[in-house]
């Protein structure tokens, strides 16, 4: 199936954020991921939809954001107008979360719903037919640079056996600690969607986003 990379901004130099996102367009990535943290469903706090409508001015790049927020309901709407083209929210953080993916999917972007490395994928059987894309944090969210959780990788092989078996071949995206050295391992255990932020961002951006779209094939 087709391979997407989208490479996190949360570890661009944001003094520099048009010009980080330019190098990453220039060498041919397709999405660019958007972290958006709360401080209370983790303990960070990142940036929210000012940012995202500045970064949607300046690229047409898939616009996919991952939302680290209580409640998401509440600003579903003010990141449909602010450019998101894929919006990905916590089974922890949803009251009700097929609710969260109708409202979602009723705004005509893509809906995606993502679990932390803890959550059984058991918790999604009943609404893996409703995502576009299902993320598996291979990092507990918070962070960027934080080295990946090796049990992700099996956790991925069993959410793609989940998928198939139901006939589905939903977007798997991973996220945290995704490097050129394990990127071969995720690929091969079924992810089709990699982030990657302190990998493509730190160093050289356009090789490193070249370096992975290698090994990705795309
Ligand atoms: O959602 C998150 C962290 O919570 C991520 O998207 C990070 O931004 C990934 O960064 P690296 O682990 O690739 O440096
Ligand atoms: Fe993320």
Redesign the pocket.
């Known amino acids: 199936m087709k391979r997407y990379l989208s490479p ?1 901004i ?2 661009a130099d944001f003094a520099h954020l048009g010009e980080d996102i330019q190098h990453a367009a220039a060498a041919g990535t397709q999405y660019l ?1 958007y ?1 958006v943290m709360d401080g209370m469903f ?1 303990p960070s706090i990142s940036f929210g939809m000012p940012v995202l409508e500045s970064v949607r001015k300046v690229t047409d790049l898939v616009l996919d954001v ?1 939302l ?1 927020i209580e409640d998401p309901d509440r600003y579903i709407d003010d990141f449909v107008k602010c450019g998101a083209d894929i919006i990905t929210v916590h089974y922890e953080a949803c009251k009700d979360v097929k609710k969260t993916l109708e409202l979602i999917k009723s705004k005509e972007v893509k809906a995606g719903v993502t679990i932390k490395p803890k959550t059984p994928n058991s918790v999604l059987t009943d609404v893996l037919d409703m995502a576009d894309m299902i993320l598996l944090m291979t ?1 507990e ?6 080295a990946y959780i090796p049990e992700s990788t099996e956790k991925i092989k069993e959410l793609r056996q989940m998928l198939n078996e139901k006939g589905l071949d939903t977007d798997i995206e991973v ?4 490097k050129k050295d394990n990127l071969q391992m995720v690929l091969d255990a079924g992810a089709n969607v990699i ?5 493509i961002f730190k160093g050289d951006i356009e090789q490193n986003v070249k370096d992975f779209l290698r090994i990705m094939g795309e």
């Open positions: 996190s949360l570890s991921h972290d983790v991952h680290m990092v969210p918070g962070f960027g640079g934080q996220d945290g600690g995704i982030v990657a932020g302190s990998a």
